[in-house]
Antibody
């Protein structure tokens, strides 16, 4: 059974940093692209960034709203995905979802339960 | 960036009704379009990908159509478990973008 479990969310002050983790199981993690998607309270979905697989040189890509502040990394040996968030702003407050990009569909066929990040003083 | 516009933003319907939701892209996305269902407090769930392909395990009352800029999600006979918010998403080009959502409510 495919599972994605996020952790690391919490309350952080503006300008602070936070690192989210996503533990994957039930599939060959190293084969898949993985994305982070967020959802501000009561709002819609927003793509945050992508981590491509080893076959695609582990390249990453980000939304303009987080580029230069957020980085994505992965450790295929630990089946884990990470989102390092720096210089956090109040508008980064959201539930952050770890998602698997389907190798066949090329859309998000599995989502984690989400972890809430609150940026507030 | 490609803007995705969903309509209506909300719809009230009864069990058994046929419900259609539309999604318009600001520029062509070919068939790189998906639909997700989200229930309160839960992560979204993939329903349709490639504009019209039904994701494994999704009931056949859900269907998708369209290509280019205009897409539709149809629920042929609304069931109690279908009351939720639905989102479209394009994957034709970065940044990946979602529609604003359509909330399907009980009439």
């Amino acid at each position: 059974e495919v599972q994605l479990v996020e952790s690391g969310g919490g309350l952080v002050q503006p300008g602070g940093s936070l690192r989210l983790s996503c533990a994957a199981s039930g599939f060959t993690f190293s084969d898949h692209y993985m994305d982070w998607v967020r959802q501000a309270p009561g709002k819609g979905l927003e793509w945050v960034g992508r981590s491509r697989n080893k076959a695609n040189s582990y390249t990453t890509q980000f939304a303009a709203s987080v580029k230069g502040r957020f980085t994505i990394s992965r450790d295929d040996s630990k089946n884990s995905l990470y989102l390092q968030m720096n210089s956090l702003k109040t508008e980064d407050t959201a539930v952050y979802y770890c998602t698997r990009v389907g190798n066949y569909s090329w859309f998000y066929d599995y989502w984690g339960q989400g972890t809430l990040v609150t940026v507030s003083s | 960036d490609i803007q995705m516009t969903q309509s209506p933003s909300s719809v009230s319907a009864s069990v058994g009704d046929r419900v259609t939701i539309t999604c318009r892209a600001s520029q062509g996305v070919s068939s790189w379009l998906a639909w997700y269902q989200q229930k309160p407090g839960k992560a979204p769930n993939l329903l349709i990908y490639g504009a019209s392909s039904l994701q494994s395990g999704v009931p056949s009352r859900f269907s998708g159509s369209g290509s280019g800029t205009d897409f539709t999600l149809t629920i042929s006979s609304l069931q109690p478990e279908d009351f939720a918010t639905y989102y479209c998403q394009q994957a034709n080009s970065f940044p990946l973008t979602f529609g604003g959502g359509t909330k399907v409510e009980i009439k």
